[in-house]
């Protein structure tokens, strides 16, 4: 009887993917942190809460910079649109 080469293969690769996913998930338990998960839900509801607060404050200091640079601009930035 002749082995069957190709059966060996993968059953070896199937093993070595085992222990590789075995590896991986006892690596991540033992690196674990209890405060993460509380930290990930706080963020994701800020998120949640103002989805774009990030690009509304970097917008904010665009119009303030803008607001300096312009010679003739009006006091407050909003009073451009009010009249």
């Known amino acids: 009887m002749q082995p069957n080469l190709a059966g060996y293969l993968i059953i070896g690769g199937l093993l070595i993917l085992i222990i590789a996913i075995n590896i991986s998930l006892i690596t991540a338990w033992k690196n674990r ?3 993460k998960p509380m930290e990930m ?3 994701a509801f800020d ?3 103002s989805p774009w607060q990030p690009e ?3 917008l904010e200091e ?3 910079v803008v ?3 312009s010679p003739d601009g ?3 930035p909003g009073e451009k649109n009010n009249k």
């Open 33 to 35: 942190s209890i405060n």
């Open 67 to 69: 607001h300096q640079l």
């Open 41 to 43: 839900y706080r963020s």
């Open 56 to 58: 509304d404050e970097a």
């Open 74 to 76: 009006p006091e407050d």
């Open 62 to 64: 665009l119009s303030k």
């Open 47 to 49: 998120t949640v809460k």
